[in-house]
């Protein structure tokens, strides 16, 4: 009995090994925050090149930086991520070819049948001008009536310094197409790398990407991440050995918390398709919290007092699991995957720490320590009614932060760099998915798209739908331009212009032209792909305001900010909602297991809270991570609050309480150290949380 | 010490600008004829001013942006026009300037005896064929534009005012 210990974590490594094929564990971070819905979105843009676009700007509009771009521009072709570069206002060729083969359809045309006075007077006009205009203007000899006008397109936020792209006053710019996106790390390394190293042979010449986040902010959440696992890691062992002062109390207690996560990890492999290593890390930790269960019975000597049972650690596991056991239900997948790792981690742990450690030999403790009493203690009322108090003004302050963004690390020089390639942007402009089940189809869409909204930019910019390209046809087909090219030939002559000048006046007019849409994708250098998924075809239009348009069944809105705002939007109703229900349950559990001191021990709960929430909203705003932290510390808190209101031996338990915050805090509270805001604010609330228990086993009558 | 500060003051005045009379003769095909017109040029750094003084009319162009005015009133043009005139002034000063470098970029310079040959390497090959230049004793004398549409340009400029 007395290796029982060990022979559970033995076969629960062997299942582990066994099943290891069937434990999948994510890496995929968006899927924690954004619904299945968003994500599928989020792919759909990704293949249509949203977000893999990449920006160089070259400081100065001289010939150097002229030079510089031709230069970057022929290198980075090279590169076989690279797909296309924009660095002229010039479109290509095969676009330039696109308007000369379609420009009677693409133009807009006058049909109205044109009378010989109005021809006559047009071209004496134009011979006029001839003599009187000081600056030159050429004669279209193929449509000197200018029936035909095409009006050029602008494309959104492009400015130009002669025939290059400029970023606003500050120098030349390089868009540049890529097939890297930002959630692909290996590609994204390696094209930064690429990027660095032709970038580090000029000056003055900046470069940004999405993917730049990806690669920069990696790497220093990997070596921030590294730093806080040490960190925690020599505290852990430092505080159970000195604590427990105990080798084989410290060795059972090691073997039995990683059976507990084993465990945790088995069930929650098995149960969710994707298990999240984030959700993993933080399950980990909670799991680290169960060894206040085992401090509690050594401190009081349950192990060797052959009592079955310590009613304060059941109903403390009891509320904790039932607590968690309800965030198993909520509908935002990080808190349900920590939440259902740390149901099952804290049952074995509590099954292990008091059904097998009591067969362990575990040696009794010797109180040695005398804590000093003081008499200077507030009363339970003074602290419940300031919590209350405190709750009221966090309430009033409170300030949400819906920027999932915000969470992650704070890369300041990226963001610095970013901001100078979006300030150029004088439109801003929000790009939204346009899909439908032909390529017709998609045209039509974008067609109304452009129509409903103020101000648009898609492939209807450039490319008409079919249905107006045939009407238009009909139009073409019907008009008499022999007749026009006969008046104008003859009146020509009468006015003094050259013999024959314009004998192919309105031949241009090609009626085989066809109004089939071929190929699309001579407009990726503008931003805009199209890309069939064997169901639908889809592409990225970009619109001012997405209000205008939000009645339309075919597009879908992709803007990250705005998603994710929606996601933090939802995620900060069902917490609330579900914190409502776990706190009800709560009152009801310490009602059951303490009953009369029933407000000393929500004092655990409701005063570490509410100075923690005080505190955070009087110093900026609340974010998701502080609000999963505080359900946190209400874990922590019912089991403290009851053991403090049952114990019959205070100094014992404050011990106890003492060490077990000690070990949350080298669990928890070191994220304080980190400079990822994400882990930050959960080392925040936790380290303040911790303080405010302190406050209570210390102070409170 | 007076005769030094004229010539001071005429030496500055002559780095900032520099004034010329011209003659344009522009062949427009479609006539199958010449049209000759007289004014003056002056050449600011980037910067460009030119009046035709029979028709009363000029054109200012500086900090990229274009000024057309009849008879001392201005008159708007319309954006594609205006473009297209400030991409042939720019040439213009790129010419006057004498700026290899920025000129190597847009052309392909072939020279013979006193003439220049500058061949467009950029979209300008739309609509120029090439511009040829006529230089004496350094200065230039005449510049020539070849347009696609078989019309030229030819600008003999005078000495300097």
Request: proline residues 2%; aromatic residues 14%; glycine residues 2%.
């Amino acid at each position: 009995m007395k290796y029982s210990n060990y022979i559970i974590l033995s076969i629960l490594l062997l299942v582990a090994v066994i099943f290891k094929d069937s434990i999948h564990i994510s890496t995929n971070l968006l899927s924690l925050f954004a619904s299945k819905n968003s994500i599928e979105k989020l792919k759909i843009a990704d293949k249509l090149g949203y977000s893999k676009e990449m920006l160089i700007a070259v400081k100065g509009f001289n010939n150097s930086s002229k030079s510089k771009v031709k230069e970057i521009e022929q290198k980075l072709l090279k590169n076989d991520k690279v797909i296309s570069i924009m660095s002229s206002v010039v479109p290509s060729t095969e676009i330039q070819m696109f308007y000369k083969n379609n420009y009677p359809l693409l133009a807009e045309f006058n049909a109205e049948k044109q009378s010989k006075e109005f021809i006559k007077t047009q071209l004496e006009k134009l011979y006029k001008a001839q003599f009187t205009n000081i600056f030159y203007s050429a004669i279209d000899k193929d449509d000197p009536l200018k029936l035909f006008n095409l009006n050029s397109k602008n494309i959104p936020n492009i400015k130009n310094n002669g025939e290059f792209i400029a970023l606003g006053d500050y120098g030349y710019l390089l868009k540049i197409s890529t097939t890297v996106s930002p959630s692909n790390m290996k590609e994204a390394t390696k094209l930064y790398d690429d990027v660095q190293d032709l970038l580090n042979n000029y000056d003055d010449v900046v470069a940004f990407a999405p993917f730049f986040y990806t690669v920069e902010n990696s790497k220093k959440i990997k070596d921030d991440v590294e730093w806080i696992i040490m960190l925690s890691t020599i505290f852990l062992l430092l505080i159970y050995y000195l604590l427990i002062k105990n080798l084989k109390l410290l060795s059972h207690t090691l073997v039995a918390l990683a059976s507990s996560m084993l465990f945790a990890i088995l069930i929650s492999t098995l149960f969710y398709d994707e298990f999240n290593i984030l959700s993993l890390a933080f399950g980990m930790s909670i799991t680290a919290v169960s060894i206040d269960y085992l401090l509690h019975y050594h401190f009081h000597n349950f192990y060797q007092n052959n009592e079955k049972l310590d009613k304060s650690v059941m109903y403390g596991f009891f509320t904790t699991s039932i607590a968690f056991g309800i965030f198993t239900f909520i509908p935002i997948p990080i808190i349900a995957q920590i939440s259902f790792f740390a149901v099952f981690s804290l049952s074995f742990a509590y099954l292990i720490f008091t059904f097998i450690f009591p067969y362990l030999d575990i040696p009794a403790y010797i109180n040695d320590e005398h804590s000093i009493q003081t008499n200077k203690k507030i009363p339970t009322f003074i602290i419940f009614i300031s919590s209350i108090f405190l709750l009221g003004y966090s309430y009033i302050n409170i300030k949400l932060d819906t920027n999932i963004r915000h969470l992650d690390y704070q890369n300041t020089k990226l963001m610095d760099l970013e901001k100078l390639f979006i300030q150029a942007n004088e439109i801003k402009m929000y790009p939204v998915i346009v899909h439908a089940h032909t390529k017709e189809e998609l045209l039509k869409n974008l067609h109304i798209l452009d129509k409903q909204s103020y101000k648009s930019f898609s492939l209807a910019s450039f490319v008409q739908d079919k249905k107006r390209c045939l009407e238009k046809k009909v139009i073409l087909n019907n008009y008499d331009f022999k007749r026009l090219n006969n008046i104008v030939n003859t009146q020509a002559n009468i006015i003094g212009f050259r013999d024959s000048y314009f004998q192919d006046s309105y031949s241009f007019i090609n009626k085989d032209v066809s109004c089939e849409i071929n190929d699309l994708d001579i407009f990726k250098s503008y931003g805009l792909s199209t890309y069939f998924d064997s169901k639908n075809y889809y592409t990225i239009a970009f619109v001012t305001d997405i209000k205008n348009i939000n009645n339309l069944d075919f597009i879908s809105n992709i803007n990250v900010k705005q998603i994710f705002e929606k996601v933090a939007n939802e995620m900060y109703k069902n917490l609330f909602i579900y914190s409502l229900i776990v706190i009800f349950v709560i009152f009801i559990f310490l009602l059951l297991s303490v009953k009369k001191r029933y407000i000393y021990a929500l004092n655990y709960i409701i005063f570490p809270i509410s100075l923690t929430l005080a505190i955070l909203v009087t110093i900026g705003s609340i974010n998701i991570m502080h609000i999963f932290s505080l359900i946190i510390l209400i874990a922590i808190g019912i089991d403290y609050g009851i053991y403090m209101s049952n114990t019959t031996k205070e100094s014992n338990t404050i011990l106890a309480i003492k060490y077990s915050l000690l070990s949350t805090f080298s669990a928890f509270g070191v994220l304080i150290f980190s400079s990822i805001t994400a882990l930050n604010s959960i080392g925040m609330v936790i380290s303040l949380g911790i303080a405010s228990i302190f406050i209570l086993i210390k102070g409170m009558k | 010490m007076v005769k030094t500060i004229i010539l001071l003051f005429l030496g500055v005045n002559s780095l900032f600008a520099t004034n010329y009379n011209f003659t344009e003769i522009r062949y427009s095909d479609a006539l199958d004829k010449e049209i000759s017109f007289n004014g003056n040029i002056s050449f600011n750094k980037d910067a460009l001013h030119i009046k035709y003084l029979k028709e009363n009319k000029s054109l200012d162009y500086s900090n990229d942006s274009l000024v057309y005015k009849e008879d001392n009133k201005e008159i708007t043009l319309d954006n594609i026009q205006a473009q297209k005139i400030i991409q042939y002034f720019k040439i213009l000063i790129l010419v006057h300037d004498s700026n290899d470098n920025e000129i190597k970029n847009i052309f392909k310079i072939t020279k013979k005896d006193s003439k220049t040959i500058l061949l467009p390497k950029t979209s300008l090959s739309n609509y120029i064929k090439k511009v040829e230049l006529l230089k004496y004793e350094d200065e230039i004398k005449q510049i020539q534009l070849f347009l696609q549409n078989d019309d030229y340009i030819k600008i003999n400029i005078h000495d300097e005012i």
